[in-house]
């Protein structure tokens, strides 16, 4: 077999770690922010959105190297692999590099468009943050890729250290620029350019070690356009699908905006809560890319199916602990929160739609299609999920929600039957065995 079980516990723990470390510090950051004023709150908030569509088409790019090099490392090709990290690196730096020149030199422009007329000092404390931020994508970039790299090598362990790094550089940052320096927003961004750009140096750093099954070669660097296709072809559909998705969110979050305070409230406490639910099948969803993607440039379809069904057996056990447990102790949870008595009501409902469906549906809807894209089969995981997205997350959204009126319960419900749909496509999918054809032993070796 391909994987031990201390393989996977290598690969799989430390993933968790880190997913949980990313959502416990973005929570972190909120509440830092906060101090600085509604304004400051509001700039972040809104820039955030954007910031995290970057991110998404970011980490879809990444995804794609991801599956490049773990399908040349199951073959035995270790000298494409490294040539593959390579144009990774290279080709995720220049990209984001145009994309920080265009957002610094269009930052008003781009707000307007994403967010239209807002008040003057949150519009100027949006351009800050946008701004400073812009400068950190290629730095962003860089780690995404890099992180993915070690990923495909089965070694999530110094992802989690430079991650832990990379967040206490953020948090202490904030905490100086903030409380003591009183940087305002820019108090939040200059750590978090710090804290990406340490971050992205120190794995590229790591990844020129040639003890590695990938390392960085050195010597002159030319785009080699077979292997940049061959990453775009899994980064492009994967990107846009993120892209959709996150543009989804941002016309969902502005449905439930116009159903006033309460509604807002209730909603973004059970988001907060709702993320924490989901940590194992994230990291799941990672770890799905490594190992299939493995399996598929040895050209065992045994193991491919042997490691989907392990993996996603993981991933159903892990959710329904971590959701139970959350579940079990939500009236204690809220009320840290100090919400009012209808808020809570909402909050609890809300969780409780959320979480309670995700310990059935979550991992099919979300964890299956990576063992897909790892097999090549990514145009139709992105029209699946772009449809779904459209019909059901959006167009449901509204008619339940506001046609209905039954408002944020309404929006939530919309994204449970999108999970539904999600979950009947990629399952047939799978058991049909069409993703077969796109990685047929024959094919599936990286050439």
Known sequence: MLFSRQDLKKLIIPLILEQTLVITVGMADTMMISSVGEAAVSGVSLVDMFNNLIISILAALA??????????????????????AKQLIYTAGMITILVAILVILLNRPILNLFFGRIEADVMANAVTYLVISAFSFPFL?????????????????????VSVLMNVINITGNAVCIYGLKMGVAGVAVPSLVSRAA?????CALL????????LTGGKFHFEWEVVKRILFIGIPSGIENGIFQLGRVLVVS?????????????????????????????????????IGRCVGAGDEKQVRYYTGKLLR?????????????????????????????????????????NGTAVFLWPLSFVLPNMLRACNDVR????VSIFSMIVFRIGFSFFLGVRMELMAVGVWIAMVLDWIFRVTCFAVRYSGGWWRRMCHLEECRPV
């Open 63 to 84: 995804t794609g190297g991801a599956v490049v090099a773990s399908q040349y490392i199951g073959a035995g090709k270790q000298d494409a692999a490294c040539r593959s």
């Open 141 to 161: 970039a860089v780690y995404n890729a890099s992180a993915a790299l070690f990923r495909s090598m089965g070694n999530s362990g110094i992802t989690l250290k």
């Open 199 to 203: 971050a992205g140096v120190v794995l």
């Open 208 to 215: 020129r070690n040639p003890r590695n099954i990938i390392f």
């Open 255 to 291: 449905i439930i905006a116009g159903f006033g305070t309460v509604q807002i409230a209730a909603n973004g406490v059970a988001n907060s809560l709702d993320s924490m639910g989901c940590i194992a099948g994230q990291a799941m969803s990672l770890a799905m890319i490594t190992v």
């Open 314 to 354: 993981i991933t159903y056990l892990l959710t329904a602990v971590i959701n139970s447990v959350i579940l079990l102790t939500l009236p204690w949870i809220l009320s840290i929160y100090g919400l009012g008595e209808e808020t809570t009501r909402l909050a609890w409902l809300l969780v409780m739609i959320h």
């Open 380 to 383: 139709y995981t992105m029209v």
